[in-house]
């Protein structure tokens, strides 16, 4: 089966490569039927369209960016990504944590990935305005200056369309409902996809 993907794969994708995503409950399928999330859906597309490339989910409800940062080294190790994609921050946000000390972690994170070797992505995220507008908005602005830094691909907000409809939410307002994932996918798939074909 491999070597008939890799066959109708082309060029473009030249050997299996192997995406790590280091994420939090957004990306660990929180309150969700197994394999319904957007991780498990980026699978089923990545098949689907003959992309000789598999996921593995590392993530963790309830993970931080200093969490994944501690996670990260081994991670690499075991695995040897061509790409890590980083979605992280959001319980750091949620929790006022300082917005230098997120960067800081994210930072260390893409370096330890480019390091070895692999590519990075990074997903980020819109705070609600708990902790007041100027920390929603320094909060937003942190991946987009991190990707210019490290010359990485962003998704900026990875529940755009979905964090505003309460029926594409679970009860707890944080989590989206299996329903919104597809859109989710959406948001992230065309960057994912061209993270993927880069060389």
Known sequence: MAA?????????????????VLGDSLSAEYGLARGTGWVALAEEKLRSQNIEASIVNASVSGETTSGGRSRLPALLDKYKPALVVIELGANDGLRGLPVAAAEANLLAMSSAAQKADARVMLIGMR??????????????????????????????????????KPELMQPDRLHPLASAHPAILANIWPTLQKSLKAK
Not at 4 to 20: D, H, Q
Not at 127 to 154: C, H, S, V, W
Request: charged content about 15%; aromatic content about 12%.
């Open 4 to 20: 008939t993907l890799g066959i109708a794969s082309g060029s473009a994708y030249s050997a299996p490569k192997t995406v790590l």
């Open 127 to 164: 705070m609600p305005p708990n902790y007041g507008r100027d920390y929603t908005e320094r909060f937003f602005a942190m991946y987009g200056t991190l990707a210019k830094q490290i010359k990485a691909p962003l998704v900026p907000f990875m529940l755009e369309g979905v964090a505003d």
